[in-house]
Each structure stands twice: as C-alpha cells, then as structure tokens.
T-cell receptor, first 111, second 116 residues
Framework: DQQVKQNSPSLSVQEGRISILNCDYTNSMFDYFLWYKKYPAEGPTFLISISSIKDKNEDGRFTVFLNKSAKHLSLHIVPSQPGDSAVYFCAAGGGADGLTFGKGTHLIIQP | SAVISQKPSRDICQRGTSLTIQCQVDSQVTMMFWYRQQPGQSLTLIATANQGSEATYESGFVIDKFPISRPNLTFSTLTVSNMSPEDSSIYLC?????????????FGQGTRLTVV
C-alpha cells in the first residue's frame, strides 16, 4: 500500500509561470513532509519541508502548502525557471523514522 | 544543513562479491539512514543506523545481506553482500536534522551499483 502518492508522473509548465506539484498521503502519523529535486546520477537535493502543525512554509520561489484534513500537500514554484526541470519527490516522516517517498513527478519547464 | 560525502560514486561488481559504501557527514548527527533506488522506482528505506545500537531494518531487508556499521556520529557504512544483478540500484545515505518544528533531511550523492 502506497502511503505517499504523487499521481502525476509528469508536468509541463511554461517558463515564468507557476508550477504546482501535488502529493497525497494516507498515514495520519506522519508529522513532517519534505520536497526534493533530483537530477539523474545525483542524490536528492532538499528543497523545503513543513511540520504537520503548520499549513504553509515559504522559502524564496518555493512554497509548500499542507492540508491535513485532506491529507494533501503541494509545492508551488514561482516563477518557474529552466533549471527547475527535474524529478520532484514528495516525502513524509514521523518521529525518528526514515522517510517514505512518493514515486516522483517529472517537471519540464518549457521556454 | 549537512554535507554528506558518499563513496564510491559508482561501481561495477561481479555477482557473488560484496561492496562496502561509506558515508561521511560534516557534523555529528544522531539519525542516519540508508536508502535504495531501483531503476525507474522511488527511494525505499533499507535501514536506520544509530550510533551505539544495532541498525533497524525495514521489511524485506536483512542484516546478513546489508550489514551496517555506525562507529561514531559522523560516519556509517553499508555493505551489499553476495551481490546478484537484482542488487543493481542507486544506494543513498541520509541524515535528518531537526531545528525546532522543522525537520530537514540531506542525502549523499549516491552510489550507482551495477552487478554483472
């Protein structure tokens, strides 16, 4: 059973517009959530995280929104840039446990 | 943040042999984790490695196949033993850093293992 789901395998966005990446989870025991960006042949790069007691966290062009009642989070990238093209992973964790990852969304920024 | 040096970055190994992957962190961390990313898949947690205690393995992973050492708060190794082609994956180490209510998790560059 997949506890963290990213239902869009890919997303294409025009440069300068907003990219919205979505993630759903099923385990209500998760108490923090993270977003990563990954290029081929590299480790995941941490982007932003959010605690379950918050509903929004912002860092530069990246904002993560958490809707606990819907068990849904999203990553907004504004404005989207060509260097943002990568695979984005949503991950969730609780306590001292390791992370549970979604399958990723391939974001393509078009000029 | 934390900077993690992982090596080797890649290796091609014969089936039946073993490979040890090393991770060095630039600061002392309590929680260290090992993950695997099989081709076309997401990251899957193998085990949690905490200093001073035995590693805790996730379902489907066993100590005989993936022995882990954690001799201090900045270093850990994962060994992939008696390798078969099915072990061909990217292996990654990770550390968690908690600051107030925020948890951040950082990864090494990964070890791309090909078993032939």
């Amino acid at each position: 059973d997949q506890q963290v789901k990213q239902n869009s395998p890919s997303l294409s966005v025009q440069e300068g517009r907003i990219s919205i990446l979505n993630c759903d989870y099923t385990n209500s025991m998760f108490d923090y959530f993270l977003w990563y960006k990954k290029y081929p042949a590299e480790g995941p790069t941490f982007l932003i995280s959010i605690s379950s007691i918050k509903d929004k966290n912002e860092d530069g062009r990246f904002t993560v929104f958490l809707n606990k009642s819907a068990k849904h989070l999203s990553l907004h990238i504004v404005p989207s840039q060509p260097g943002d093209s990568a695979v984005y992973f949503c991950a969730a964790g609780g306590g001292a446990d390791g992370l549970t990852f979604g399958k990723g969304t391939h974001l393509i920024i078009q000029p | 943040s934390a900077v993690i040096s992982q090596k080797p970055s890649r290796d091609i190994c014969q089936r039946g042999t073993s490979l040890t992957i090393q991770c060095q962190v630039d600061s002392q961390v309590t929680m260290m984790f090992w993950y695997r990313q099989q081709p076309g898949q997401s990251l899957t947690l193998i085990a949690t490695a905490n200093q001073g205690s035995e590693a805790t393995y996730e379902s489907g992973f066993v100590i005989d196949k993936f022995p882990i050492s954690r001799p201090n708060l900045t270093f850990s190794t994962l060994t992939v033993s008696n390798m078969s082609p099915e072990d061909s994956s990217i292996y990654l180490c990770s550390v968690h850093i908690r600051t107030g209510v925020l948890t951040e998790a950082f990864f090494g560059q990964g070890t791309r293992l090909t078993v032939v």
